[in-house]
C-alpha cells in the first residue's frame, strides 16, 4: 500500500540552527501539507501545497518556515532559525483531492 | 506519545464489543469530516470521512454519523479488537485547504 515517508524519524537540532525535514508524498497525489503536533497538543496546520506553490497557510507558518518540492518527489520544511518552542512531531501529508489527507509517521523534532 | 498530557477522554471497551466515540465540532461551515486513528508514535491513519451533504456513512467495521443541527459527529466500532487500541480524532473542513483537528478521544480494548 503506498504510503507517505519521512525522513529522519528524530531531528535533534540546537537553538538558531536551519533544520530541513523530509517527505516523500505519495506519487500520484497532487496536494501536500505540514501539520505538527507539539507534545499534549491537538495537531495543527502548518501549510498546504497545490501546483508548485503554497496554497493556503496558518499563522503558526511565519517567515521562518518555507516549504520546497525541489524534484518532483520530494516535499521539504525548512525552518531557518530553530526556537524551544519548535519542538514537536511535524507531519507530512498528501492527497489526490483536497482534504483527504494521508500522513506519514512524522519527524520528531528536538529543539535544544 | 505525543497526546501525553491531554487528558483525553477515555474509552474502555471490551474486545468484541462495540465503540462509539463522539466529537463535538464548532464551525456550522464545516463541510467535510474526517476520523484518523493514532497509534503510539505513528501518524493520523486515516479511517473514515463523511460530506456534510450525508449524514451517515459506512466502512469496513466502522460508521460515521454526522448530526449537523447539533455539530455532532460520532464514529462507532463493531467488534473492537486490541489493534483498535489508539487515540481517535475527528477533524473538519470548511472548504478550504486544511483540516482542524480535534482533541481526540483514547481508546483502550480489553483483552
Known amino acids: 500500500e503506498p504510503e507517505v515517508t519521512q525522513t529522519p524519524s528524530h531531528q535533534v537540532t540546537q537553538m538558531g540552527q536551519e533544520v530541513i525535514l523530509h517527505c516523500v508524498p505519495i506519487?500520484?497525489?497532487?496536494?501536500f501539507y505540514w501539520y505538527r503536533q507539539i507534545l499534549g497538543q491537538k495537531v495543527e496546520f502548518l501549510v498546504s501545497f497545490y501546483n508548485n506553490e503554497i496554497s493556503e497557510k496558518s499563522e503558526i507558518f511565519d517567515d521562518q518556515f518555507s516549504v520546497e518540492r525541489p524534484d518532483g518527489s520530494n516535499f521539504t520544511l525548512k525552518i531557518r532559525s530553530t526556537k524551544l518552542e519548535d519542538s514537536a512531531m511535524y507531519f507530512c501529508a498528501s492527497s489526490v483531492r483536497i482534504r483527504e489527507a494521508f500522513f506519514g509517521q512524522g519527524t520528531r523534532l528536538t529543539v535544544v | 506519545g505525543e497526546n501525553v498530557g491531554l487528558h483525553l477522554p477515555t474509552l474502555s471497551v471490551q474486545e468484541g464489543d462495540n465503540s462509539i466515540i463522539n466529537c463535538a465540532y464548532s464551525n456550522s461551515a464545516s463541510d467535510y469530516f474526517i476520523w484518523y486513528k493514532q497509534e503510539s508514535g505513528k501518524g493520523p491513519q486515516f479511517i473514515i470521512d463523511i460530506r456534510s451533504n450525508m449524514d451517515k456513512r459506512q466502512g469496513q467495521r466502522v460508521t460515521v454519523l454526522l448530526n449537523k443541527t447539533v455539530k455532532h459527529l460520532s464514529l462507532q466500532i463493531a467488534a473492537t479488537q486490541p489493534g483498535d487500541s489508539a487515540v481517535y480524532f475527528c477533524?473538519?473542513?470548511?472548504?478550504?485547504?486544511?483540516?482542524?483537528f480535534g482533541k481526540g478521544n483514547q481508546v483502550v480494548v480489553i483483552p
Open positions: 477533524a473538519e473542513s470548511d472548504g478550504n485547504n486544511r483540516l482542524a
Open positions: 506519487s500520484n497525489h497532487l496536494y
